[in-house]
């Protein structure tokens, strides 16, 4: 399982996470650097969430949601 928690990281590279988490055992990590454009919630919201939603980015999808887009 896999949980995404956010965090700041000084010029140091020192981490700190934005919330308390508690976990049973070690669990390894990644880390993804964000440039800090636009605020906290700017682009890499957007960014992040692309693969997530990609999935509605097909041909098909659009012509199963088609009759929302008729005027009424």
């Known amino acids: 399982m896999f949980r995404t928690v956010e965090a700041l990281i000084d010029e140091k590279g020192v981490v ?15 880390v993804t650097i964000i440039e800090d454009e636009g605020g906290p919630h700017g682009a ?4 992040l969430s692309e693969p997530a939603l990609s999935d509605w980015n097909r ?3 659009d012509a199963a949601w088609a009759y929302l887009q ?3």
């Open 16 to 30: 700190r996470l934005l919330e308390p988490i508690q976990l049973g055992a070690t669990h390894r990590a990644l």
């Open 44 to 47: 890499e919201t957007a960014i």
């Open 59 to 61: 041909p098909k999808e």
């Open 70 to 72: 008729q005027a009424p």
